[in-house]
DNA sequence: GCCGTTTTCGGCCCGACTGTTTTCAGTCG
């Protein structure tokens, strides 16, 4: 039974949490946690790392302890570290900390004194009144914890990314109404684009800040104020979603905006850099001695400590800080470099809008080609074409592209790829096709090994060229099915087959980290919608965010080539 | 526990708000 990065990253994360509540060394605790975090974010088995013979130590902050530490967990499946804390701290401990308005300090005055182990002893202890009797704590941190308690279960899940965008927006509009508001953006991981968003980060500039503060807490879609001061306030919506509001003076914008857009590592990593440099980097600014040397922008504050600017989708300290300073960051891609879309549904199938709609509304955004990829028979409960309804569709894409004026319809179908790694359709209609785009939609629990020889396999047929969501996890709902993705993508690079990063929000498949290991093998990408209407063929943008969250740049993507450039690729 | 243009020891990012205190610890981002 292979170990996975996953499950090294949660030793170390429990490991440290218990530490924390026994009262270790703080800098040992936070050694423990960034080097689950560079685990978790490495595109690599480390298990397979480790059979490659590969030096661990190489890796940033994982030094010779470390290493041993995760050799130990792999060969074992053990850490014996961990077992042994867990003697004296209780591993259920871990999950208090989850809990809002609980830290290490109160976890251990919990469990020293009231033997609380578990969020069910906390509840009951509460009730009895014991815990406000406890020194330090009181009726309000009592009834604080308990909304913890609460607010753990109903709010545990972050937000799709795109669910996010029109709640910003209503946010922004609401502050904007404060006149003596001058500059309102949405930080956070909202701002650097990420998968999923937990809170939301507000950032303003405004004289009074108190008076932005007496008017954000208006704001009409609150449900709970947490707290407020003269420069922040603390709400929670009534979707649940925690909204922070930071207000600071233009001069400080920059600095600000950088504290308030993270990643905490990452701010971590660039306030290092100034302390070496004998410079302090704070909210407020770049620092030398009491003096104020830039904050006005991020810029300015990258300028200070010799780093050129850096996009925030890439701000997760996955190596952007090394690549800056080699000047060799990524000019990552943009929307505007798209020049149509590869993936896409009619009514045909299970779409909702027919042939001609689609094209036109292609064609309005500004797209060059537009590829139809209704479903196959396979996927019956959709209305899956078979050889005669593809062969019909052909003629009618034929026709209709005598019409168009700047779009062409590219003829494709997404093929569904069978358990034996077969397509769902026979060769000799997939070479009237421009292109295909295939995928799989069943048999989403074959082990590890079949599901990769699967995709290979379907690979193997010269009619393939591009595996859509490739790995078919659905955010917050459903998992990757079990692929080896190193060899799926070694596979695809061999055979000149494309890869897809899906821009549906809840999938964006290929993820991040995936896009960046794709681009690093030297693997060409497509960013699709697989709209299933009109409106949807504007997800592109989400598609777009993910891919530059991955290092892309426009070359890595093959939708950003003209036509002509772009059929030859399809060619095998 | 990691790390090194202050290099094998002694540092390790920085500040706001709350509640329980009566000057600050704990938590959070």
Known sequence: MPIHNLEVAQKFNKLANLLEIQGANPFRIRAYRNAARVIDSLSKDIADMIAEKEDLTELPGIGEDLAEKIKTIIKTGELPLLKQVEKRIPSVLSELLEVEGLGPMRVKMLYKNLKIKSIEDLKTAIKKGRVRKLAGFGEKTEKKILQGITHRYEYAKRNRLADTFSIVDSLIRHLKRDKTVKQVECAGSFRRRKETVGDLDILATAEDGKKTVEHFIKFEEIAEIISRGPTRSTVRLRSGIQVDLRVVPETSYGSALLYFTGSKEHNIAIRKIAVQKKLKINEYGVFKGKKQIAGKTEEDVY?????????PELREDRGEIQAAQKKQLPQLITLESIRGDLHCHTSAT?????????????????????????????????????????LAQIKAIDK?????????????????????????LPDEVLKELDLTVCSIHSKFNLPQKKQTERL????????FTILAHPTGRLINQREAYAINIEQVMQAAKERGCILEVNAQPDRLDLNDIYCKMAKEMGIKLAINTDAHSVSQLDYMKFGVFQARRGWLEKSDVINTLPLQALKKLFKR
């Open 350 to 390: 299970d779409g909702n809008a027919d042939l001609a709609a689609m094209a036109k509304a292609a064609e309005e955004l500004g797209y060059t080609y537009l590829a139809i990829t209704d479903h196959s028979q396979r996927m019956s409960m959709t209305h899956g074409f078979d050889k005669k309804a593809i």
């Open 456 to 463: 290979i396999r379907a690979m193997d047929n010269i009619y």
């Open 400 to 424: 209709l592209n005598e019409k168009m004026k700047k779009l062409v319809i590219l003829k494709s179908i997404e093929m569904d790829i069978l358990e034996d790694g077969s397509l769902d």
């Open 303 to 311: 300028r200070q400590i010799n780093l050129p600017y850096i996009a």
